[in-house]
């Protein structure tokens, strides 16, 4: 796999895990994709931080950055697509011009056709081969 797209799946993957961790101390909760039997409200700060669920995924502010993404059909956090990616390694220099070049979409496709990452069952979402 690429390592400039490896860097960015790692870097998704790793403000994700963030952004639940932040909710799941606030709220004391174990799974915060189940807001609503949680009393939870879909949209709301937790000190500088903002979320909004939508459909089956959160999208949370950190500041000025935002990270968007979809619980798999088992609640985990761990998947991506490049569309998310993109629109995330837009908020970082240096994967601008890696995005904005097209490069990140061949590195993702081989990524896919070598099995590196792979679809989830259900759904539109990767994952990385050993997750």
């Known amino acids: 796999m690429n390592q400039t797209l490896l860097n960015l799946i790692t870097l998704f993957l790793s403000r994700i895990n963030e952004a639940e961790n932040i909710m799941k101390t606030h709220f004391n909760v174990d799974e915060p ?7 939870i409200e879909r ?20 500041g000025k950055l935002v990270v968007d993404y979809d619980y798999s059909e088992d609640g985990q956090t ?7 990616l993109s629109k995330f390694g837009k908020q970082y220099k240096e994967f601008r011009d890696y995005i904005s070049s097209g490069k990140i979409d061949v590195d993702f496709e ?12 259900h ?7 050993n997750t």
């Open 78 to 84: 761990n998947g991506f697509d490049l569309w998310r």
């Open 123 to 129: 759904g539109s979402l990767y994952h990385l081969k």
């Open 33 to 39: 994709m189940h807001f609503r039997s949680n009393g």
């Open 43 to 62: 949209v709301g700060n937790i000190g500088d931080y903002s979320y909004a669920f939508h459909g089956i995924g959160c999208r949370f502010k950190f």
């Open 110 to 121: 081989n990524s896919a056709n070598s099995q590196e990452i792979l679809k989830f069952d």
